[in-house]
């Protein structure tokens, strides 16, 4: 390290001590790592020169972990430190008030700050991770041992080799060659995961994990003419190739030139010949996402002159507020098709237009495509976007931009919210009652909250946009901790549409038979698509039928790795009754951990051939309707047929073209599509929603039928929707039926604050998991005996219990609830648990502490 530099970082860090460097002198630095330990780690610095904000490669057990330092400092720790690896930064990568938000979440969801930090810098690709497999003189031994067969010929059968000749081979391979990378291991002697994982269990190997840094810069190829070269005979492939260049001026992509027709391998000669020369030019890495789809001169923002009256005043107090530079959250309540877009979109313009930067939260992935392309239109190249199903050199290209300032509007979902925004004035969170924006692993924030404590950091205003807002955030705006501003009507003075509950008791009562759809909204969709408007039906489960039962046991076929039952599946093409024949063709998939098996033909516990299929997915809902409605032009979305924004943007360009008139999908259907041409929607089913044991389930039966209710009638056309439901009298259901937000949240209120629920009280659930029945049930025996034996005060506990779906993914799964009326007392007693979790020797690794859960299953 340069002294100079030193110098000047350790002024920095500690201006009132001297920093004249004595020959002898050490340095070290504090470096949050992504481990669940809550500390930091010292290490030794030998060469360059860390900043506290900026990322290091550092030794960690047996692995190379990158790290955020936070503190450079000459104060020696007690035991002797590790030296640095790396420096991977001269500046830093967090800025202090990125810095100061990662302390704030590691505080208040009780998480380490290393994991934190980790989920804040999305930028994993500029380091490349290997594992690397050491012999060790256990395995050197274990090669004397004679083998059941030449170790040539383990190599030679790689058709089906022995499992110990496997071991053999790849223990072999380490002796000669070394420490060696898996993907190695497994490519030149066909080592399986079980083979490298026997390696390490009879400790034949060590694994190591080692990193370096990574190029991600994006480029692009040009072909360029070499200027005043002399023109050899051509054939008609190389002049055609040398036709185009000169055309474009001498310079085009090479991917532009692919798509002439001309073969690849005249390029090659060209470039050989030199008459032709390859250029490398960094790529700005400025999204591109196919929009082809989508019609930018239909998505461009309206101009603030066509706004109503109500738009308006909601962007004057936006606007006001951005420009005062000042910490002010928003409420904005509006109505489905109110037009909220439209302000965010002229908020937003007014922002750019006075040098300010604006931040964009979305829920889903899905909607990013229709909201990039709305922004792009109005805002050009000054949009960035982040999520998290961009490729790793993508979403680090996107950072490198909204840092370096040339993108000043950033849309993303719930991991944006950490963007390198400078001068950010204005954070919008569209749809901020949606649970997408909770983390679901560590660390367990949630977006909108994050995005509150942001504003307030950075002195920016920002908006939490709803149809249905969430009891939180309209209890802060009742208490005044939000500004509430409210948007009743529809643009252009378009009415809500009609909503009638159908009884389907009665409906059964009357018919005789259960049905897919009732009388009424059979011929409800048969008169719309008659008249060539567009229906959607929400049928909130996915696949062909939720539960495969046996008539003769009753047991249900479940998945092996959760406590869940397993859905029934039709593959694409194959329309084999489902009683009959099962085909191979049809398979029980588990949606939590992904666990396939074909359909069995009888029962696997008591060998009976009477096996049944219960329950309606969106997959079997979409085969019913093509057999009512032969003539409709029926498309499903659903988690099956939407496997990126492409799939979107195909499926809502097809609905918005005609091309579709009826769609039938899960709830994705209802989020925020707006489509002109539906005049109707149907709902199925979303009764068994309001039994779960969660105490947001009325909550989000309102929300949901809120929503879907308000893709009907955005258009000339008055909208209608049918709901099909078995509780016509639950509040809830009575409530978006009359779209009457007020009255739903005076009742459910009533129950929240009886039994002590969020907002009525803070709440965490603490979740005790691991593979070992017998280890989870003993850690959770020992928290019940604490809690017992403790006075929390203000702390009440519910449990511990078996969580609702008690195994996951072969994880045991173990629950408690910690509910008070003050937040200071909930982090205090959670904080006290996990000090004697430590003591009793339970590994942190093992307990999830999910603060404000959204979830209890």
């Not at 507020?321 to 007014?350: C, W």
């Not at 696949?543 to 998945?559: T, W």
């Amino acid at each position: 390290m340069e002294p100079a530099h030193l110098r000047t970082i350790l002024a920095r860090e500690f201006p009132n001590r001297d920093h004249a460097l004595e020959p002898t002198m050490s340095f070290y630095c504090d470096v949050a790592l992504p481990v669940p330990v809550d500390r930091l780690f010292t290490y030794a610095i030998k060469d360059g020169a860390p900043v506290p904000g900026g990322r290091v490669l550092v030794p960690f057990r047996r692995e190379q972990m990158q790290g955020i330092v936070l503190a450079v400092h000459d104060q020696a720790p007690p035991v002797e430190a590790r030296p640095i690896l790396r420096v991977l930064d001269q500046e830093p990568v967090l800025s202090a008030e990125l810095l100061t938000l990662g302390r704030w979440l590691a505080e208040y969801y009780v998480a380490p700050l290393g994991e934190v930090l980790r989920t804040m810098l999305p930028l994993g690709a500029e380091v490349r991770r290997e594992t690397v497999y050491r012999i060790t003189e256990r395995g050197q031994q274990k090669l004397a041992v004679p083998t059941q067969r030449a170790l040539t010929q383990a190599f030679a059968d790689t058709a089906h080799p022995a499992t110990s000749d496997l071991e053999y081979a790849a223990l072999a391979f380490l002796q000669q060659r070394g420490p060696t990378r898996a993907r190695q291991l497994r490519s030149r002697v066909g080592a399986t995961a079980a083979t490298l994982d026997a390696l390490l269990t009879n400790r034949w190997a060590t694994r190591e994990s080692t990193a370096a840094p990574h190029e991600t810069r994006r480029t692009e190829r040009f072909a360029v003419l070499v200027p005043d070269a002399r023109l050899p005979k051509l054939n008609e492939n190389q002049q055609r190739l040398l036709a185009e260049l000169a055309s474009a001026g001498g310079r085009m992509r090479v991917t532009d030139l692919r798509k002439s027709g001309v073969p690849e391998s005249t390029l090659g000669t060209l470039v050989r010949r030199e008459l032709v020369r390859l250029e490398e030019v960094p790529n700005d890495g400025a999204f591109d996402a196919p929009v082809a789809s989508v019609d930018l001169a239909s998505t461009v923002a309206p101009p603030e002159a066509m706004l109503n009256d109500e738009q308006r005043d909601c962007l004057l107090q936006i606007a006001r507020s951005v420009h005062a530079g000042k910490f002010q959250p928003y409420l904005l309540h509006g109505v489905t098709g109110s037009g909220k877009t439209a302000v965010y979109m002229a908020a937003m313009r007014r922002a750019l237009d006075a040098g300010l930067s604006s931040l964009l939260l979305v829920p889903e992935i899905g909607l990013t495509p229709a909201m990039v392309a709305q922004l792009r239109a109005s805002f050009g190249s000054h949009v960035a976007l982040l999520h998290s199903a961009l490729t790793g050199a993508d979403r680090t290209a996107q950072w490198h931009r909204i840092r370096n300032g040339e993108a000043r509007v950033v849309v993303g979902t719930r991991s944006a919210v950490f963007a390198p925004v400078a001068n950010l004035a204005l954070l919008i969170v569209d749809e901020e009652h949606d649970t997408s924006y909770k983390q679901a692993d560590l660390p367990r924030y949630h977006a909108r909250d994050v995005a509150v404590m942001r504003a307030k950091q950075a002195g920016a205003t920002i908006v939490l946009g709803s149809a249905t807002p969430s009891l939180e955030s309209w209890s802060n705006a009742q208490r005044g901790k939000y500004t509430l501003l409210t948007m009743n009507n529809r643009v252009g003075q378009r009415p809500l549409p009609e909503v009638s509950l159908i009884d389907m008791r009665r409906e059964f009562t009357e018919t005789g038979q259960e049905s897919l759809l009732s009388r009424a909204l059979q011929e409800e969709i048969e008169s719309t698509l008659g008249r060539g408007e567009q229906a959607m039906l929400l049928l909130n489960r996915r696949g062909y039928s939720f539960v495969a039962m046996c008539r003769a046991c009753g047991d249900k076929l479940e998945c092996e790795n959760c406590a869940i039952a397993l859905t029934h599946h039709k593959l694409a093409g194959d329309d084999a009754p489902v009683f009959t024949d099962r085909p191979q063709r049809q398979r029980m998939e588990c949606h939590y951990c992904g666990f396939r098996r074909t359909v069995p033909n009888r029962c696997p516990g008591c060998d009976s051939e009477h096996l049944f299929f219960f329950g309606v997915g969106s997959q079997q809902g979409e085969e019913k309707l093509q057999e009512i409605f032969p003539h409709a032009r029926i498309a499903r979305m659903d988690r099956d047929t939407m496997r990126d924004h492409r799939d979107y943007e195909r499926i809502l360009a097809r609905m918005q073209s005609g091309e579709v008139n009826l769609l039938v999908g899960t709830q994705m259907i209802a989020k925020g599509h707006d489509i002109h041409g539906v005049t109707l929607v149907g709902v199925i089913g979303v009764d068994h929603a309001l039994g779960l044991p969660d105490f947001r389930s009325a909550e989000r039966v309102f929300q949901l039928l809120t929503q879907v209710a308000g893709r009907a009638g955005r258009g000339e056309l008055r909208g209608r929707v049918l709901v099909q439901t078995h509780h016509p009298d639950h509040y809830a259901i009575r409530c978006a039926a009359v779209h009457d937000y007020n009255s739903f949240v005076e009742q459910e209120m009533r129950y929240r604050r009886l039994l002590h629920y969020p907002p009525a009280a803070v709440l965490t659930n603490v979740l005790i998991e691991h593979t070992d029945l017998a280890k989870a049930t003993r850690w959770t025996n020992l928290l019940k005996e604490w809690l017992q034996n403790r006075t929390l005060p203000g702390v009440r506990a519910i449990g511990p219990a078996a969580s609702p779906i008690s195994r996951i993914k072969r994880v045991y799964r173990f629950h408690l609830i910690l509910k008070a009326s003050q937040r200071k007392q909930l982090i205090t007693a959670v904080r006290q648990m996990l000090a004697y979790a430590d003591s009793a020797e339970i590994p942190r690794r093992f307990l999830t502490i999910d603060v404000d859960a959204v979830h209890l299953m």
